[in-house]
């Protein structure tokens, strides 16, 4: 008999109905002449409980081989719970033992293990109720954030995670290199020979797929992406992974103000959706994680965000009475600390700040009217800072060569780019949203590390 998910089980189950259910044990209650089991097999928060009674063939064997991480699968009959806390549990018929496990040397006891030792055993640590939690929300939104696009006739294209172009992120990138290290070839002065690498020339893991996304805009008109992203990056932040999962939807006859309606209408789906398809996770992340996060949902589902100019924004940071560790002035970049204040404390909600000085934004920025901001917006979210970093691409030939001339941006290697700009060229629009930072937003989870699988940061790339 095919073995039923013990979340569909305490949902749907019915007293007599005959089940087969695989899992893990959680915890064992011995009695006399019988014992209680909670087997937990990832779909849900709640374990079922199992009853094995004293007359069950090899009752005494079987007991000492089921303890807490042993693995089993267990066939009988559903009843009525007797006790509080479910409303109907299992009487194996037979229960077999699949993998034992030792007692003396599992990791995972009876009490709260700290995020920073599961860290340590990331093989082990999705067997525990939180990080169970989190990779069901992740798995709720990724699916979520699919459908939100399929909706609405979004065309998922796969961009390159390898490439050649690194005009954005220098600093930040990773090499890909089959040079054999030990001997690297090099020129006559003294430079790398790439001509001898892989690809002819040098290459790099990829920091965004928005110029490729570009390409594919220009023929399905509404396209995203949805793929992993690397960056060096060298600071040990809860915010920063070197490997983490990229949104990038990208829009063509479309500007700024509906660059903004779609990232705000894509956040209130997908917090929406999640609200119903994992309300037991969401309210579990309540009560245990962060006390805000079903009010935070809520707030982003029903209501508008704030809209506010970056010059306006600077102006409150100035007028505020905040001490900020890094000062306010007209032409920098907003400070995380900033970015909490106006949408934590300030008003309390998702805010979007645009219209950004151009000096402080990349060279593919639409460059307003007034010459010295362009077409940029940032969603900014209560506890997180940034989720969401979006614009309206230069769509204009002559002004992207000159921003590019400006900004050191070789235009040889974009040559592509720049066609798309003489062959059919009509405004477009954009943004880019980390997966680890949605999810981390919608769980309350202070550390990034804790809301992906295996994260990858400096010095740590186990398992
Ligand atoms: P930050 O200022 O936080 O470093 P950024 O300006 O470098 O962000 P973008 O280049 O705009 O970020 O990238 C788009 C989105 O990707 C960001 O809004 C953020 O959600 C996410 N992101 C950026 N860097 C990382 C990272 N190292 N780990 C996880 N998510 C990231
Ligand atoms: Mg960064």
Redesign the pocket.
């Known amino acids: 008999m095919e073995a039923r998910r013990i979340t569909d089980i305490l949902r749907n189950g019915q007293p007599d109905e005959t089940v087969t259910v695989q899992g893990w044990v959680r915890t064992k209650r011995e009695l006399k002449g019988f014992a209680f089991l909670e087997i937990n097999d990832g779909s849900s928060m709640a374990n079922l409980q199992v009853i094995l009674n004293g007359d069950l063939p090899d009752y005494e064997p079987l007991l000492k081989q089921i303890t807490t991480g042993s693995s089993v699968e267990a066939i009988g009959l559903l009843v009525p719970s007797q006790g509080k806390g479910q409303r109907i549990e299992l009487q194996p018929s037979s229960v077999r033992v699949y993998g034992g496990c030792d007692p003396e040397t599992y990791p995972l006891q009876k009490k709260r293990h700290s995020f920073e030792f599961l860290r340590d055993i990331g093989h082990l640590r999705a067997r525990t109720n939180t990080l169970g939690a989190v990779f069901r929300v992740r798995n709720a939104c990724a699916s979520a954030i699919h459908q939100f696009f399929q909706e609405r006739g979004f065309l998922w294209v796969h961009t390159p995670l390898i490439t050649a172009s690194d005009c954005e ?1 220098a600093g930040e990138l990773f090499a890909v290199t089959n040079l054999n290290l030990k001997e690297i070839p090099r020129l006559e002065n003294g430079e790398i020979d790439y001509s001898q690498d892989f690809f002819g020339k040098p290459a790099y893991l990829t ?2 797929g928005q110029l490729e996304a570009e390409i594919m805009a220009m023929s399905f008109k509404d396209v995203y992406t949805f793929g992993p ?1 690397f ?1 060096a ?1 060298n600071s040990n932040t809860s ?4 490997e ?1 999962w ?1 949104i990038e939807p990208e829009k063509a006859f479309c500007d700024l103000e509906g660059d903004m309606n779609l990232a705000e209408d894509f956040l209130k789906y997908v917090f929406n959706s999640v609200l119903n398809t994992c309300p037991e996770d969401l309210e579990f992340f309540n009560q245990r994680i962060d006390k805000t996060v079903l009010a935070t949902a809520e707030n982003i589902v029903s209501n508008q965000f704030e809209r506010i100019s970056y010059t306006e924004a600077v102006e409150l940071l100035l007028k505020c009475d905040r001490a900020f560790e890094f000062p306010v002035e007209w032409g920098v970049d907003l400070q995380s600390e900033h970015e909490r204040y106006l949408a934590e404390e300030l008003f309390k909600k998702p805010t979007i700040v645009y219209n950004y000085p151009k000096d402080i934004k990349a060279f593919y920025m639409r460059l307003n009217d007034d010459g010295k901001t362009v077409a940029a917006m940032d969603v900014l979210a209560p506890k997180v ?5 979006g614009s309206q691409r230069e769509e204009r030939l002559d002004r992207l060569e000159q921003r590019m001339a400006e900004m050191d941006i070789p235009q040889e290697e974009l040559w592509w780019y720049l066609d798309l700009r003489r062959y059919g060229t009509v405004p477009h629009a954009g943004f ?3 997966f ?2 949605l999810v981390q937003f919608m769980t309350g989870m202070n550390n ?1 590390r804790d809301v992906i699988p295996f994260p990858r940061v400096p010095l740590s790339a186990e398992f």
């Open positions: 992120g920091v965004s992203t960056r990056e915010r920063h992974l070197a983490f990229m800072g940034e989720i969401i970093g880019g949203l980390g680890e930072r990034i």
